[in-house]
């Protein structure tokens, strides 16, 4: 392609990039084209020396470009760049992946981009040494190691809880639904309180009611003060200059991880004065027995009984706020959606029938009930870019060479919503993960990653679609959720912060008799 055809090609790109940016004003998006014409000048001489992306700004980088919705910014540029971009926020440099190359990065290469970028946040966070925003090294690898083994230690125990735990919930967040005797309520307060009880008792213990507990009170506070915080933004971890200036806004953030701090501590010792290796009857047992068989060895390479118990406050930040949100969603679309929610009915009353409730063994019969949870997860995209990642060293993706400490975006919203994939994918149809014989469709699963992958995956997954599936089976088998008359309908627009949460919304449930 010749010069020529090829600088068409890049200034129609980039009116289809800068047309919906509308609060630049004329002189920004003079400023921005110019710059992103000089670049594409100078990688046209240089095309296989430069991973490819726009010019950004000096000091800020790209950070005002990216808008309310950065993951659809990044896929307008995507048409543009391609599957890796790079670009500049404040002091780090950035590329974000999309598409196929976030499998390559995550499964082929996954050491190398299994880092986190050491902001003042994450090393703020547990000192550093959380899982969830800990440096990858040797230490991590073993903590990651030993704090999977007690999870699933637990989890696989015939004595565990989670399931009457989750029953009961569901029992009880029904009773306060049919409070409203049929009229039109918001669910937020109501779901968010209930999937806080649940993650509290599996990680702490069974509670005869659990919200007359002070501790938990006092930690379902603190989680949202975190998550409010958080998704506010911490300009710090991109400007760390910054700090001399907001000393305010830094002593705040870190009163908070210290209260989370005191709060895990004390719940902890608690456990430790009744602890008992041959009953565990949470995950903080679980963990406390693991960490009294630390062995010489893994003390030498970073660990301690602390740091293992510490874990529990990993475990319920990847099963508390997330799950919440994931069944704000839920209940709005399988409102909007009635015919799904009658196929889920039709396929509870065959299987499971209204003279007990279902069951985790219930599970591989309850096929669309299970297409369904995929595809909640795909439609709605909880973190449509993750978390953060770094690179670990210098790394090949593409033809290209990432340094080592470049912060890393994936933005999975690439792989749930591909059209090439599937087809329509704005739209809510479960029966897309089925195939003609009726039995989930597991190369679909396969097609996008709600968890993440590789060596940061969620630990939380096993536990957020066990709560899933109990929910969902749960609430249908006894009601059905309507869209107020009031409504016109349902949006899916969100506020994009920690996660995507769906705007506040009222529903109305019927009784199933």
Same mark, same amino acid.
């Given at each position: 392609?010749?010069?020529?055809?090829?600088?068409?090609?890049?200034?129609?790109?980039?009116?289809?990039?800068?047309?919906?940016?509308?609060?630049?004003?004329?002189?920004?998006?003079?400023?921005?084209?110019?710059?992103?014409?000089?670049?594409?000048?100078?990688?046209?001489?240089?095309?296989?020396?430069?991973?490819?992306?726009?010019?950004?700004?000096?000091?800020?980088?790209?950070?005002?470009?990216?808008?309310?919705?950065?993951?659809?910014?990044?896929?307008?540029?995507?048409?543009?760049?391609?599957?890796?971009?790079?670009?500049?926020?404040?002091?780090?440099?950035?590329?974000?992946?999309?598409?196929?190359?976030?499998?390559?990065?995550?499964?082929?290469?996954?050491?190398?981009?299994?880092?986190?970028?050491?902001?003042?946040?994450?090393?703020?966070?547990?000192?550093?040494?959380?899982?969830?925003?800990?440096?990858?090294?040797?230490?991590?690898?073993?903590?990651?190691?030993?704090?999977?083994?007690?999870?699933?230690?637990?989890?696989?125990?015939?004595?565990?809880?989670?399931?009457?735990?989750?029953?009961?919930?569901?029992?009880?967040?029904?009773?306060?639904?049919?409070?409203?005797?049929?009229?039109?309520?918001?669910?937020?307060?109501?779901?968010?309180?209930?999937?806080?009880?649940?993650?509290?008792?599996?990680?702490?213990?069974?509670?005869?009611?659990?919200?007359?507990?002070?501790?938990?009170?006092?930690?379902?506070?603190?989680?949202?003060?975190?998550?409010?915080?958080?998704?506010?933004?911490?300009?710090?971890?991109?400007?760390?200059?910054?700090?001399?200036?907001?000393?305010?806004?830094?002593?705040?953030?870190?009163?908070?991880?210290?209260?989370?701090?005191?709060?895990?501590?004390?719940?902890?010792?608690?456990?430790? @004065?009744?602890?008992?290796?041959?009953? /565990? !009857?949470? %995950?903080?047992?679980?963990?406390?027995?693991?960490?009294?068989?630390? $062995? #010489?060895?893994?003390?030498?390479?970073?660990?301690?009984?602390?740091?293992?118990?510490?874990?529990?406050?990993?475990?319920?930040?990847?099963?508390?706020?997330?799950?919440?949100?994931?069944?704000?969603?839920?209940?709005?679309?399988?409102?909007?959606?009635?015919?799904?929610?009658?196929?889920?009915?039709?396929?509870?009353?065959?299987?499971?029938?209204?003279?007990?409730?279902?069951?985790?063994?219930?599970?591989?019969?309850?096929?669309?009930? @299970?297409?369904?949870?995929?595809?909640? /997860? !795909?439609? %709605?995209?909880?973190?449509?870019?993750?978390?953060?990642?770094?690179? $670990? #060293?210098?790394?090949?993706?593409?033809?290209?060479?990432?340094?080592?400490?470049?912060?890393?975006?994936?933005?999975?919203?690439?792989?749930?919503?591909?059209?090439?994939?599937?087809?329509?994918?704005?739209?809510?149809?479960?029966?897309?993960?089925?195939?003609?014989?009726?039995?989930?469709?597991?190369?679909?699963?396969?097609?996008?990653?709600?968890?993440?992958?590789?060596?940061?995956?969620?630990?939380?997954?096993?536990?957020?679609?066990? @709560?899933?599936?109990?929910?969902?089976?749960?609430?249908?088998?006894?009601?059905?959720?309507?869209?107020?008359?009031?409504?016109?309908?349902?949006?899916?627009?969100?506020?994009?912060?920690?996660?995507?949460?769906?705007?506040?919304?009222?529903?109305?449930?019927?009784?199933?008799?």
């Amino acid at each position: 392609m010749s010069t020529v055809a090829l600088l068409q090609m890049y200034v129609v790109d980039m009116c289809m990039y800068f047309r919906d940016i509308t609060t630049l004003g004329k002189a920004g998006v003079v400023f921005l084209a110019s710059a992103s014409l000089l670049t594409f000048l100078h990688r046209l001489t240089y095309r296989n020396k430069a991973i490819p992306g726009p010019w950004g700004l000096p000091v800020v980088g790209h950070l005002p470009f990216l808008g309310k919705t950065p993951f659809l910014t990044f896929m307008k540029m995507r048409k543009i760049y391609g599957d890796l971009i790079k670009l500049q926020f404040g002091s780090w440099p950035t590329v974000v992946i999309h598409g196929k190359l976030i499998k390559e990065a995550l499964s082929t290469k996954g050491d190398a981009f299994s880092g986190r970028p050491q902001f003042f946040s994450s090393v703020s966070v547990q000192n550093g040494k959380s899982l969830s925003f800990g440096k990858f090294d040797i230490s991590w690898k073993l903590h990651r190691r030993i704090a999977n083994k007690s999870f699933q230690a637990f989890t696989n125990a015939r004595s565990n809880p989670i399931e009457e735990i989750i029953h009961e919930e569901v029992s009880y967040i029904l009773e306060e639904f049919e409070r409203y005797n049929g009229g039109a309520f918001d669910p937020h307060d109501h779901i968010y309180i209930a999937m806080g009880s649940v993650v509290y008792q599996i990680c702490y213990g069974r509670k005869g009611n659990v919200r007359a507990d002070k501790d938990f009170c006092e930690y379902i506070l603190h989680t949202q003060d975190f998550s409010t915080f958080v998704t506010a933004g911490n300009p710090v971890d991109i400007f760390p200059w910054l700090r001399h200036f907001m000393k305010k806004r830094i002593n705040k953030f870190k009163d908070l991880l210290s209260k989370g701090h005191l709060i895990r501590r004390k719940r902890i010792q608690d456990h430790l @004065e009744t602890f008992s290796s041959d009953y /565990l !009857r949470d %995950i903080t047992d679980s963990l406390i027995n693991e960490s009294r068989q630390l $062995t #010489e060895e893994d003390k030498a390479n970073g660990m301690s009984e602390e740091r293992i118990q510490d874990t529990i406050g990993d475990l319920f930040a990847a099963g508390f706020d997330t799950v919440a949100t994931t069944t704000m969603w839920t209940l709005l679309l399988l409102a909007k959606t009635p015919r799904v929610q009658k196929k889920i009915q039709e396929e509870l009353d065959s299987v499971v029938g209204m003279s007990r409730r279902p069951t985790l063994g219930d599970r591989r019969n309850l096929v669309y009930t @299970e297409a369904t949870i995929h595809e909640i /997860l !795909r439609i %709605i995209n909880l973190t449509p870019l993750s978390l953060p990642h770094a690179t $670990t #060293e210098d790394v090949e993706l593409a033809g290209y060479t990432i340094k080592k400490d470049t912060l890393v975006l994936l933005n999975l919203f690439s792989l749930s919503h591909d059209k090439e994939v599937w087809g329509d994918p704005e739209v809510f149809r479960p029966e897309r993960f089925l195939k003609d014989d009726g039995q989930i469709d597991t190369r679909l699963v396969d097609m996008y990653l709600p968890f993440s992958a590789g060596r940061r995956r969620c630990m939380g997954e096993i536990l957020a679609r066990t @709560e899933l599936f109990l929910i969902i089976s749960g609430f249908l088998q006894r009601c059905t959720f309507v869209k107020p008359k009031d409504v016109q309908k349902y949006t899916m627009e969100c506020s994009f912060g920690l996660n995507m949460k769906p705007l506040p919304y009222k529903v109305e449930i019927r009784n199933r008799n």
